[in-house]
């Protein structure tokens, strides 16, 4: 299995909302990411789990909390969200942080908040 | 500090014909890896390419190839015989100390190809 799997594909949420995007992988990555990406902007970091511990945290809101239970998952848990969240979620694993295999990225979340 | 820099916003290419996308990085590590990606419409990132900053030969996997010119710090895509199924947003990516760093992977702005039929 050489695949990154995010759940949901898509997702519309209100601001008093809470939600979360799933993300696994079955490669024996340890290493995982979330970054968040806006129109024809390149992806932007947000955090990095390293051997299922929080590792880098980009100064990201309070509003989105991340979540590693295990090696083979990730989870963003998303509370009070504003409209201008709204972008396109990738998660993407490696086998470390700096291992020159570089990362597998999935397909993606396209979140939507109203 | 780590940078990437993509001077084209959009490329048009006619189809069957080569494309070449520009890329150039700045890093001061000596070991670093850097990577070319695709991003469709649907949103997936796409592994294509990839260069050691060690490696003596320039990467090159099927229809990709990466023009490296290390003196420079550039590292071109050249993708061979256009298809209409390339047109997407293209990521340079860098990622430094790739033997044991622990820095992420830095990504260009990206350039929007479009090929025309």
């Known amino acids: 299995d050489t695949e990154v799997t995010q759940t949901p594909k898509h997702l519309v949420m209100g601001m008093t909302n809470k939600k979360s995007l799933k993300c696994e992988q079955h490669?024996?990555?340890?290493?995982m990411y979330w970054y968040k990406q806006k129109a024809k902007k390149p992806p932007e970091l947000m955090f990095v789990?390293?051997?299922?511990?929080?590792?880098i945290n980009e100064s990201v809101p309070s509003r989105f909390s991340p979540e590693c239970p295990n090696s083979s998952l990730l989870n963003l848990h998303l509370h009070a969200l504003q409209p201008e969240d709204s972008a396109l979620y990738l998660c993407a694993s490696s086998q470390d942080v700096g291992h020159l295999n570089g990362y597998t990225f999935g397909s993606g979340t396209r979140l939507t908040v109203v | 500090a780590q940078k990437i820099t993509q001077t084209q916003p959009g490329m048009f290419v006619q189809e069957k014909e080569a494309v070449t996308l520009d890329c150039t990085y700045d890093?001061?590590?000596?070991?670093?890896?850097l990577f070319w990606y695709k991003q469709p419409s649907s949103g997936e990132m796409i592994f294509l390419i990839y260069q050691g900053s060690y490696d003596q030969q320039n990467a090159t996997e099927g229809r990709y190839s990466l023009n490296f010119q290390k003196a420079r710090k550039s590292a071109n895509l050249v993708i061979s015989a256009s298809q209409l199924g390339d047109s997407a947003m293209y990521f340079c990516?860098?990622?430094?100390?790739?033997?044991?760093?622990?820095?992420?992977?830095?990504f260009g702005k990206g350039t929007r190809l479009s090929v025309i039929a």
């Open positions: 890093t001061s590590d000596p070991s670093y890896g």
């Open positions: 990516s860098l990622l430094p100390r790739i033997y044991g760093g622990n820095t992420p992977l830095v």
């Open positions: 490669m024996g990555h340890r290493a």
């Open positions: 789990y390293s051997y299922e511990k929080l590792s």
